[in-house]
T-cell receptor, first 115, second 111 residues
């Protein structure tokens, strides 16, 4: 069974440029998460989707960040314009929430460097 | 609100020695607790989880953790460290539908 797929794995851009990350969750997982992981820290939730609905985006900086999951499967996270402080790893995770245990499966992440 | 504190950002052990990674949590409701491992340039992988029932939880790769409500702790242990255990370990608590992660503990294993 394929795991959570993310692309690209690495991205280097100059500040003020736009950037997009793509995530394909495990087949059948209705819940999808985007996390931000700064160096030496744990993941912090940016947004959570249940199917195509964003049910928790309270930590998403909406002035520059946007996300979509139009058909309730794969998802895209966008930053426009990028700032130096956005350099981090962006993790995508998915879960099948038939129960409440919320076991999440993580992708390898996209490492973003903003110059 | 839920929170997690991992004591020690770095832990170093010798190969074959006991591994002990400490985690304390705060939760206003009965917690669901998790330990994840992250190898370099990879995503997080679930090691084990506590939901209800037995307080000693066994996970993959020989790791186990014990939920102690009185101490609000969920420490991770492994009797004998292996070189392949070198990684970053994250404790997490489920609060509502949001998982709160600790800052992580990097485990070094010396030959």
């Amino acid at each position: 069974e394929a795991g959570v797929v993310q692309s690209p794995r690495y991205k280097i851009i100059e500040k003020k440029q736009p950037v997009a990350f793509w995530c394909n969750p495990i087949s059948g997982h209705n819940t999808l998460y985007w996390y931000l992981q700064n160096l030496g820290q744990g993941p912090e939730l940016l947004i959570r989707y249940e199917n195509e609905e964003a049910v928790d985006d309270s930590q998403l900086p909406k002035d520059r960040f946007s996300a979509e999951r139009l058909k309730g499967v794969d998802s895209t996270l966008k930053i426009q314009p990028a700032e130096l402080g956005d350099s981090a790893v962006y993790l995508c995770a998915s879960s099948f929430d038939r129960d409440s245990y919320n076991e999440q499966f993580f992708g390898p992440g996209t490492r973003l460097t903003v110059l | 609100a839920q929170s997690v504190t991992q004591l020690g950002s770095h832990v170093s052990v010798s190969e074959g020695a006991l591994v002990l990674l400490r985690c304390n949590y705060s939760s206003s409701v009965p917690p669901y607790l998790f330990w994840y491992v992250q190898y370099p340039n990879q995503g997080l992988q679930l090691l084990l989880k506590y939901t209800t029932g037995a307080t000693l939880v066994k996970g993959i790769n020989g790791f186990e953790a014990e939920f102690k409500k009185s101490e609000t702790s969920f420490h991770l242990t492994k009797p004998s460290a292996h070189m392949s255990d070198a990684a970053e370990y994250f404790c997490a608590v489920l609060g509502g539908f949001k998982t709160i992660f600790g800052a992580g503990t990097r485990l070094f294993v010396k030959a």
